[in-house]
């Protein structure tokens, strides 16, 4: 699904990532925990294609495909989705408009016929339902005046409305107080299928315990130092980050 | 920061020429020109006597440069200030108009048999300066809505426009009215009596068509007492080299209880990449709202070189209420200076003011606006809000609010915003898969929807598509 090889990328002159390795697999969630500054968001905006990165060495393999030289919307099409951390607003565009746009755009990059209005409704009201949305989210400005926990569910709604073949939930856990964290959990766990797969970008362990991973990856510094199953998120947790410091340095 | 660029690149889709006959004044203007003007157009001695007392008084006074705006000052002797198509028998249907003409409409996607078919819109064209067609002009007769060519109304029904033309921008307001009340050839008049509600938008759509030639547009639309009328007017001009002078007058009169809504696309060339040629548009637009009354402004602005123009409304009687809703949109080396007059002089008026500006590549786009509330105007009320939108550095969005208050009841809000598309909303988009002129085009619509939403159905539509033309390769 995801094979990133020996991955370097900085902006304006400062290496950020330092030689990342990665592979995800279908069906496969992976977690990627770090302290501040130690890449995380980087990997996630270079993953989507934002074009303030510098790629000076590696390679970033989708679906089977170099992706390296495709843009940000090329890379949606083929079914790469990032929840953002900071959603941005989009004054005067409403949520249904938004989507409806991102998702014919989608079908018409894959050759597709814009999707039935009917068939659009349908599934969005049933997807809002899964996120315990309410039905006036779609007639809002999308982002504006939304809280921190919705923006964050409307994220995973627009996710699920998309069904990417991989999902990377850049700090979805960040600003969701703990019942907006179960919903926006179970909600991905609806999603999860044998045949996509997702990368769950964190800080905190607390969103592990609701969206299980396979994969536990400790980046650090720009460079993966240390990868395990689950259980290493709960080791982080208990020992701090100044563990791998220290590890590290020793 | 490539992405943004790509934006300002695209040329103007509407540039194209449509081959008519016609008969032209030599360039020039002096007394005699005026007279072959009006005796072109069969008037009445008084219409001549009314044009020489404008031009006399537009002799003595100078070209304002108030404006923040920066143009060659046009050499009005080296204008020519009349050309019509050749006078043809009248037309019973679509197939005796020039086809040509019919042509044209084609392309512009608005063609008469559309218009009349789909819409129920009675469209008066006028291509240069006289009105080739007027449709459903029976239809509305019956009514007794009058919707002519003001030539037309000038002979047929001399009272009404010898009691109203003048009157709510007099002969005398300022340098380019003056010349428009000398010299206009043309234009729309229309009439809705007390208590008609007009059922259809009236709608016409000008052409400037003719090499070298100014447009002098004139507008006089009367609502009687209690009556309605929803008035369209949208613009889309030939690619040309020079500059062409444009310099309309519109007159709105609102009676007791009347309510008029006037909506327009504007969409002509702009000039060309490097600022050369485009139309310049000086524009006096001006309504007056009697008791109860209520006008409303909407305008779509996309196009013109250098845009002087600033709809507004006179709230005479008590209770009236005037309304401005403006999206204008500068791009390459378009220069906009635009904005409205709210005049209070009634008690209990109210006035709104929402002002859209976007500015592109190495435009200038102004909002300027007056609310001046007088002595008498007891309680009255304003609220204004002027937000700017740039893409990218180079361009430059200014605001100029003047308030003259001399009522202590009086309640103005002005709320001011400037903002820019980001880099991050750019990329919110792209990842959901929408690509970067969509984005644009998504974000400028949200960012204009609170004018959109108040122009007709159909009009929106074409004002929305005239948004994404009009920003197409504009973000550097």
Known sequence: MLKIKNLHASIDGTEILKGIDLEVKPGEVHAIMGPNGSGKSTLSSVIAGREDYEITQGSIEFVGEDIMDLSPEERAHMGLFLSFQYPVEIPGVSVTNFLKTAINESRKGRGLEPMPAKDMLKAMREKMALLEMDKSFMSRSINEGFSGGEKKRNEIFQMAMLEPKLAILDETDSGLDIDALRIVASGVNKLRKKDNAIVVITHYQ???????????????NGKIVKSGDKSLALELESKGYDWIKEELTA | MDILKEVTNSDYKYGFYTKIDSDKAPKGLNEDIIRFISAKKEEPEWMLEWRLDAFRQWQKMAEPNWAHVKYTKPNYQDISYYSAPKKKKTLDSLDEVDPELLKTFEKLGISLDEQKRLSGVAVDVVVDSVSVKTTFREKLAEMGIIFCAISDAIKEYPELVKKYIGTVVPKSDNFFAALNSAVFTDGSFCYIPKGVKCPMELSTYFRINEAGTGQFERTLLIADEGSYVSYLEGCTAPMRD????????????????????????????????EGKGGVFNFVTKRGICERNAKISWTQVETGSAVTWKYPSCILKGDNSIGEFYSVAVTNNYQQADTGTKMIHLGRNTKSTIISKGI???????????????????????????????????????????YIEIKNKTAKVEHEATTSKIGEDQLFYCNQRGIPTEEAIALIVNGYCKDVLNQLPMEFAVEAQKLLEVSLEGSVG
């Open chain 1, 206 to 220: 607390r969103l592990l315990d609701h969206i299980v991973p396979d994969k536990v990856h400790v980046l650090f």
């Open chain 2, 242 to 273: 020079e500059n062409q002078l444009h310099a309309a007058v519109v007159e709105l009169v609102a009676l007791d209880d009347a309510e008029i809504k006037y909506s327009t696309v504007q969409n002509w060339y702009p000039g060309d990449k």
């Open chain 2, 359 to 401: 500015c592109a590549g190495n435009s200038e786009g102004s909002y300027r606006g007056l609310v001046k509330i007088g002595p008498r105007a007891q309680n009255a009320r304003n609220f204004s809000e002027c937000d700017s939108l740039l893409m990218g550095n180079a361009c430059g969005s200014h605001t100029f609010p």
